[in-house]
């Protein structure tokens, strides 16, 4: 059993910067894939970003892409999501997860554990 734990979130301006942080329990975090989804209120989730157990490869959505950056630290147990040049229509509860594959998969029903998300506001 996987307990993710995910923090960071708030409010910021449009044009803005947060890192989202997902803290991981268990001895077995190095060899999941992590991702990153959002929801949005009247939307389905989609995905945003993942990573493979390594860190050596990374994913991101196109509506993401040069502006996120996810990355690891398996020391600690810890995923990130780096999130820059913030839009409004970057706001969501962001969600992190994990793949038991170690894959980082870009699709949800391939993850096994999910946070209790953390919401994300961006004003204009």
């Known amino acids: 059993q996987v307990q993710l734990v995910e923090s960071g979130g708030g409010l910021v301006q449009a044009g803005g910067s947060l890192r989202l942080s997902c803290a991981a329990s268990?001895?077995?975090?190095?060899?999941?894939?992590m991702g990153w989804f959002r929801q949005a209120p009247g939307k389905e989730r989609e995905f945003v970003a993942a990573?493979?157990?390594?860190?050596?490869?990374?994913y991101y959505a196109d509506s993401v892409k040069g502006r996120f950056t996810i990355s690891r630290d398996n020391a600690k147990n810890t995923v990130y999501l780096q999130m820059n040049s913030l839009k409004a229509e970057d706001a969501a509860v962001y969600y992190c997860?994990?793949?038991?594959w170690g894959l980082g998969s870009l699709n949800s029903a391939e993850y096994d554990y999910w946070g209790q998300g953390t919401q994300v506001t961006v004003s204009s």
């Open positions: 997860a994990a793949d038991t």
């Open positions: 268990g001895r077995t975090f190095s060899r999941y894939g």
């Open positions: 990573i493979t157990f390594s860190g050596s490869s990374t």
